[in-house]
C-alpha cells in the first residue's frame, strides 16, 4: 500500500466534494469541501482538503452512484450527523453507515418536502432501548432545520437511532435491529392486552421492562445462558403472581411459535417480577 506521500490522482470525479482515487492497487472513495471542484481525470488532489477516506469494497459502486446523484447538501448533512454519533458515542461506525444513513436523510427530506409523512411505530421502544442514538437523533433533525430549515419529526430521529445503533455492532444488520425492536414493541402491546394496564413510557419499571426483554433476546439468539433462578423464588413467583406468570408464559410461548426464541422458565420468572412491577404502578 502507498504511504500518504505519495500523490493521489483522480480517477473519477463523483461531486465537487467527492472523488475516486488509485491509491496502489486499491480505490478509494476521498471526500472532502471542494476536493472535486473544476478538477479533471487524473489531477492531483490537493491532500490538505481530504477530510475521509473510504474503502468501499462490495459496495463501491452502490456509494459512488449515492455520490453522484444525490444533492451535495443532502451528503454533508449525513456525513456531519456521522461524525457527530462518532463523537458522542466514541467509537468508529461501520463504513455501511455512510451509504444507508446517507440515503435514508435524502428520502426523507425528500417526503417531508413533498408532505409526506411516515409514523415509527417503534419510537417509544427506540427512545428507551437506543437512548444515546435516540438523541444523536434529535439533535440530527434540529441540524437538518437549521440547515435547510426542513421540519422533521421525532419519528424520523428514530430511524436515524436505528441506523446508528446498527453501525455500532459488528456484522449486524438494520434487518435483525428492526426484528429485535419490532418483537419487543410486540410483546409489550401483548402485556397490556393480558393485563389490562397502558404502560408509561416514561417509568422506571417500564425502562426497566424493556431493558431486561432486550437482553433476554440478546442472550437468547447468541445461545447464552440464562440467569438461574432459586426453585423456591420460582414457586413463590408463580402462588403470589399468577397473572403476571401467565402473562410472562404467553409472551415466552409467542416468541417460540413467531421466532423460534426460547426462554427458560427461570427467564419467565424474572419477566414475571418485571410484570408485577409495571402492573403495579399502572
Known amino acids: 500500500m502507498r504511504s500518504r506521500s505519495n ?8 461531486n465537487n466534494n467527492a472523488v475516486v482515487v488509485k491509491d496502489g492497487h486499491e480505490e478509494k472513495i476521498v471526500m472532502g469541501a471542494g476536493i472535486g471542484f473544476q478538477k479533471r481525470k487524473n489531477d492531483i488532489i490537493n491532500k490538505e482538503k ?14 459512488q452512484e449515492l455520490l453522484r446523484t444525490l444533492p451535495e447538501e443532502h451528503i454533508a448533512l449525513a456525513e456531519d450527523i456521522i461524525s ?15 451509504i444507508a444513513l446517507t440515503d435514508h436523510l435524502s428520502f426523507a427530506i425528500d417526503r417531508i ?18 437512548k444515546k442514538e435516540f438523541e444523536i437523533g434529535m439533535w440530527a433533525i434540529r ?34 435491529t428492526l426484528r429485535q425492536t419490532t418483537m ?12 389490562d394496564i397502558y404502560l408509561d413510557q416514561e417509568s422506571l419499571s417500564y425502562q426497566g421492562l424493556i431493558t431486561h ?13 440464562f440467569h438461574a433462578m432459586d426453585q423456591d423464588m420460582l414457586a413463590l413467583i408463580k402462588n403470589k403472581y399468577t397473572q403476571e406468570f401467565q402473562c410472562a408464559q404467553k409472551l415466552a410461548q409467542y416468541l417460540e411459535n413467531e421466532y423460534g426464541i426460547i426462554f427458560p422458565e427461570s427467564e419467565i420468572g424474572y419477566i414475571s417480577l418485571h410484570l408485577q412491577r409495571v402492573a403495579d404502578k399502572a
Open 84 to 98: 457527530y454519533a462518532e463523537k458522542k458515542l466514541g467509537t468508529k461506525l461501520n463504513n455501511h453507515i455512510h
Open 7 to 14: 500523490p493521489l490522482k483522480i480517477k473519477k470525479i463523483l
Open 184 to 195: 419487543i414493541n410486540e410483546l409489550t402491546s401483548m402485556i397490556e392486552q393480558e393485563l
Open 50 to 63: 481530504i477530510e475521509k477516506i473510504f474503502v468501499m469494497k462490495e459496495e463501491n459502486e452502490k456509494f
Open 213 to 225: 426483554l432486550r437482553f433476554a433476546l440478546m442472550r437468547a439468539e447468541s445461545d447464552e445462558p
Open 143 to 176: 441540524y437538518v432545520k437549521d440547515k435547510l430549515n426542513v421540519n422533521m419529526p421525532p419519528d424520523e430521529a428514530g430511524y436515524i437511532a436505528l441506523h446508528i445503533h446498527t453501525a455500532k455492532i459488528q456484522d449486524s444488520s438494520m434487518e435483525n
Open 113 to 130: 418536502e413533498n408532505g409526506i409523512k411516515i409514523e415509527n411505530k417503534l419510537l417509544n421502544e427506540i427512545k428507551v432501548l437506543y
